[in-house]
Nanobody, 122 residues
Framework: QVQLVESGGGLVQPGGSLRLSCVTSGDTFSSAGMSWLRQGPGKGLEWIAAISAGSSRTNYADSVKARFTISRDNPKNTLYLDMSSLKPEDTAEYYC???????????????RGPGTQVTVSS
């Protein structure tokens, strides 16, 4: 079974930038669509971005559109999330995931990593 491990979280000031990475195990990464999710304090799990296997298609939640960029490096089995113009409301645990469907705004994913914490605060 594929394993996902996120890194790159931390404390950043409002307006700052951060890059999250997700390294995957196994040999199926290059053929799998990937997503980023997040869960803020006291909030439900939120899907925020997705990318197709060959990077030809990306989609974003309105809450992060034009501020976050999802990308991938298939030879390195790595997924990225570049975040800019960060706001305090972006504070959350961020997860990479695969095999996701979103029903009534709730993501349901086959595999998800343990997460990395992002805190946006001055």
């Amino acid at each position: 079974q594929v394993q996902l491990v996120e890194s790159g979280g931390g404390l950043v000031q409002p307006g700052g930038s951060l890059r999250l990475s997700c390294v995957t195990s196994g040999d199926t990464f290059s053929s799998a669509g990937m997503s980023w999710l997040r869960q803020g304090p006291g909030k439900g799990l939120e899907w925020i971005a997705a990318i197709s296997a060959g990077s030809s298609r990306t989609n974003y939640a309105d809450s992060v559109k034009a501020r976050f960029t999802i990308s991938r490096d298939n030879p390195k089995n790595t997924l990225y999330l570049d975040m800019s113009s960060l706001k305090p409301e972006d504070t959350a645990e961020y997860y990479c995931a695969t095999g996701c469907t979103v029903i009534s705004g709730i993501p349901n994913c086959r595999t998800r990593g343990p997460g990395t914490q992002v805190t946006v605060s001055s």
